[in-house]
């Protein structure tokens, strides 16, 4: 079997033998992560969106009731 060599001069089993060494990084760090850190984040990450997409929510259904109700173009009879 020919290895083949790619653009950055690396071939097949070096190039699968970094990308393991990176996703067994990746796996490391992740289990590093205390559940406490990642249940902060989550509140932060709903107080956030909630704050945000609340008020921009209300602002659209407003919107879109008062053009139900006033008619933007008045036809003369």
């Known amino acids: 079997m ?5 653009a950055n001069g690396k071939d097949d089993a070096a190039l699968h033998a970094t990308s393991t060494a990176n996703t067994s990084r990746n796996q490391e760090v992740k ?6 850190l990642q ?6 990450a709903g107080m956030t969106e909630s704050s945000i997409c609340h ?3 209300t602002i659209k259904t407003r ?3 008062s053009s139900k ?4 173009v008045t036809v003369a009879a």
């Open 2 to 6: 020919v290895a083949s060599t790619h």
């Open 31 to 36: 289990k590093k992560d205390h559940p406490m």
């Open 39 to 44: 249940f902060i984040a989550g509140g932060v």
């Open 55 to 57: 008020p921009l929510d």
């Open 63 to 65: 919107m879109q009731l």
């Open 69 to 72: 109700t006033k008619p933007a």
